[in-house]
Structure formats: structure tokens, C-alpha cells
């Protein structure tokens, strides 16, 4: 079984707003069917999409059983609002308004809660990460209620306290997770998550003329740190690429990811064991309930 763990379909890893707006008055079945055809190429038989808020990723799980994939769907992700996310999902004020978007997940037929808890990477500053993390108060009763309700929680988190946060709060799996230190990456041991880095969407920006590739490159670094402290610390890693967003292509990106991985850790046995364990466990938890 191959697995990308973090893909997004809705987008083409070129243009977000083309992406997109090929959707905006109805999904594009044929957008779905060639990217689709690209994971078939790549041998790729499992997908868990991040969400978006055009309810592409629905059609997508519909479609891909006639490609041999195995799919599965946030529907839609959950930010508060005022806070990054809108790009893939949809927003809340209070946390009555949030247990309505989960249970409307739900209704809509999703096989897990994504919730975002961070900002991104800033790609002009290393170590910077735009907007503010949520309070620990707000993750833990975001998770809470979603495991009440029945759903597994990916988390989309970035920075070293706030990694911690999720991993503390009990998510299941913890996308891109920048910015670690010894701290965030013993509590992602201890909770027994999974850690997804999508580091390609670093590593496939340097020599393309839109970020300072010194900047590209210290962020690189700072991942590649934390994946050595993680491996070392038996922290459950999965490779997802993040595919769709900018120059990550959808089905190339995998491979891309591996070799990101064996460059960091080595092509072993033991790592390639280990990332196929974050895989089985991925694909354990997050299904519909």
C-alpha cells in the first residue's frame, strides 16, 4: 500500500485562485479524474485529502475507488475565525458554532475532524509563523469534542509550543509541525501521535525565484533537526506531501517525499518500516466512524 497522508485536490500546485475557481460554480469532475490518474500512475492506492471548503474532496473519495484508491475526507477543515484557514475550510466564533461544523461534517459523510491551530511558515522570515496559535483551552475542547462525536483529529500546527499544545490535547495526527524543539517533539512520543511533516512543501521551493533560497534552506534545516530528533525519540512519522500546494504536484510528490526522508535518516529497512507503520496507522484511525 502506497500512502500520501496530506494531499489537498481542489488544488493544482500552481495556481491557488485558478485552482480553486475551477470549483467555484460546481466541482469539476474532470479536474478530480486527472489528478486522480496522476496517484494511479504512481502506483498510489490511499489518500487522506486536508480538506477544503468547495466540497471537492467529497467527490474526489466518490471517484477514487474507479482509480483503485482508498479515500479519505475532512470535508471541510475547521478554523476560529480570525485565524488562518479559510483557504480549506470553514470558521467558527464560538464553540457551539464549532460542534455545528462537526456535526454538519458528519452529515455531509466525513471520516475525520481537521481542525488548524496555527498559521504557516512565513516564507520571507525563518521561524516565523503567521497569525496566533490557538490557546491550549480552545484545542482541548476542540479534540474533545470531535472524539465525543466519534472523530479522529488532524491537526494542522506549526511552531514548537504549539506542536506541544496538540500533541498534549490528544490530535492524531499533527501536519507540518515547523519549528520543533526537544520539548514539542518528546510530547508527540509521549501522545503516540503521528507526526506528518510534509516536507516537500519546503524543499520543492528552492530555485524557483519566489522565496530567498537562503531563507528555504534554513527552514529546511530547521526540519530536518526535528525529523533526526523525532526518529531518534520513535516518534510514529507518515510521508504526506501537501500535494496541490505550490509546486507539489500531485502523485510526483510522494516519491519526493521518501527521498526527502532517506536523504535525512538513510534508505534502511528500519526507516522504511517505520514510515509504513505511520502509514497503517493513519490509515487505521482515520476512517469513517
Known sequence: MRCDCHVHVFMDGLDYRKAAGRHREGVDE??????????????????????????????????????????RTPVFAI????????????????????????????????????????????????????????PYADVKEMVHIAHEEGFAVMAHTNGADAVRT??????????????????????????????VPTLVTVRNLLGKGRF???????????????????????????????????????GESLDQEYDAFYEILGETDDVKRRLADGDRKIFKVFQRN
Open 212 to 250: 530567498s533560497d537562503e531563507v528555504i534552506c534554513r527552514i529546511g534545516e530547521t526540519q530536518t533537526s526535528a525529523v533526526q530528533m523525532a526518529y531518534e525519540r520513535g516518534v510514529r512519522m507518515a510521508a504526506g506531501t501537501d500535494a496541490g500546494a505550490w509546486m507539489v504536484m500531485h
Open 30 to 71: 474532470s479536474v478530480i479524474r486527472s489528478h486522480l490518474e496522476e496517484y494511479q500512475k504512481h502506483h498510489i492506492t490511499y489518500l487522506r485529502d486536508g480538506g477544503d471548503a468547495l466540497l471537492v474532496s467529497l467527490r474526489a473519495r466518490a471517484i477514487a475507488p474507479e482509480y483503485g484508491i482508498t479515500y
Open 79 to 134: 478554523h476560529r475565525n480570525g485565524h488562518y484557514g479559510s483557504i480549506v475550510g470553514r470558521g467558527f466564533d464560538t464553540m457551539e458554532e464549532y460542534v455545528r461544523l462537526v456535526r454538519e461534517v458528519r452529515k455531509l459523510g466525513g471520516d475525520f475532524i481537521k481542525i488548524m491551530t496555527t498559521g504557516i511558515m512565513d516564507f520571507t522570515c525563518a521561524g516565523k509563523i503567521t497569525g496566533e496559535a490557538l
Open 166 to 195: 496538540a500533541a498534549l490535547c490528544g490530535v492524531d495526527s499533527i501536519e507540518h509541525g515547523n519549528y520543533q524543539d526537544e520539548d514539542s517533539i518528546e510530547a508527540i512520543a509521549d501522545s503516540g501521535t503521528v507526526w
